[in-house]
Nanobody, 124 residues
Framework: QVQLVESGGGLVQAGGSLRLSCAASGRTSSRYVTGWFRQTPGKERKFVAAIRWSDGTTGYADSVKGRFTISKDNAKNTVYPQMNSLKPEDTADYYC?????????????????WGQGTQVTVSS
């Protein structure tokens, strides 16, 4: 089992920045991928970004490319999505997820473990 705890959400003005954190514990290993998804009320949970623990390979949704950067700290078992140039449409609940394996994928059903979520609100 892998436990994921997100933090760092909050309220920010449009154009601002926010950094989220996802701390993993339990049976973690380098053969995992950590992803971030976001969800707004009544909508499906959508892929944002992901990173492979073994070599740092990343993937991003088109909507965040050039604005969000995902990184990791192996010593802390923590993944950080740095979100810059935030827009009101980035407002959502953000969820950290982990999957066994090395493929950096964007499908919600491909992830095995989920955190409880953290709310991000971007005001205009």
């Amino acid at each position: 089992q892998v436990q994921l705890v997100e933090s760092g959400g909050g309220l920010v003005q449009a154009g601002g920045s926010l950094r989220l954190s996802c701390a993993a514990s339990g049976r973690t290993s380098s053969r995992y991928v950590t992803g971030w998804f976001r969800q707004t009320p009544g909508k499906e949970r959508k892929f944002v970004a992901a990173i492979r623990w073994s070599d740092g390979t990343t993937g991003y949704a088109d909507s965040v490319k050039g604005r969000f950067t995902i990184s990791k700290d192996n010593a802390k078992n923590t993944v950080y999505p740095q979100m810059n140039s935030l827009k009101p449409e980035d407002t959502a609940d953000y969820y950290c997820a982990a999957r066994r394996g090395v493929a950096v994928v964007s499908g919600r059903n491909d992830y095995d473990y989920w955190g409880q979520g953290t709310q991000v609100t971007v005001s205009s």
